[in-house]
């Protein structure tokens, strides 16, 4: 199961872009200017842990999801955030106080979505 999820994809659809970086303080110049990004997400393995790189042209950032543990991420929005790392129903999951994210394979497609300040956004990416 873990090693579906190991692999390059890149964004093919976005649900509540806008409303959600708004919600989470982005400016809107910066929204414009991602708004039709194709982010590159790859992840790959590394014993416990998944390494999850975020690729886009301004900015390329790594987080390390260490199943089991507390762990330190970079939201989208460039925030530190503490989160617990777990495998749940398929789905990789990742919640702290005001901060979740649930990765899962549908269709061999990576569906991504990400809650941050009560604000909600999904992204679907294919692999290539």
Known sequence: ???SFVGRFVVAS????DEFM???GVPEEYIAMSRDVKVITDISKDGDAFVIQRIRPQKTTSNRLVLGEECEIETI???KVKVLASLDGGKI????DNYSVAL???GGD???TITYKGHTMTRVSKKE
Request: aromatic letters at 4%; zero cysteines; a positive charge.
């Open 77 to 79: 929005k460039g925030d």
């Open 14 to 17: 976005k649900e509540n872009f």
């Open 104 to 106: 899962e394979m549908v």
């Open 110 to 112: 990576l569906k991504e």
């Open 93 to 96: 999951v990742a919640k702290g």
């Open 1 to 3: 199961m873990a090693a």
């Open 22 to 24: 708004k919600g989470v």
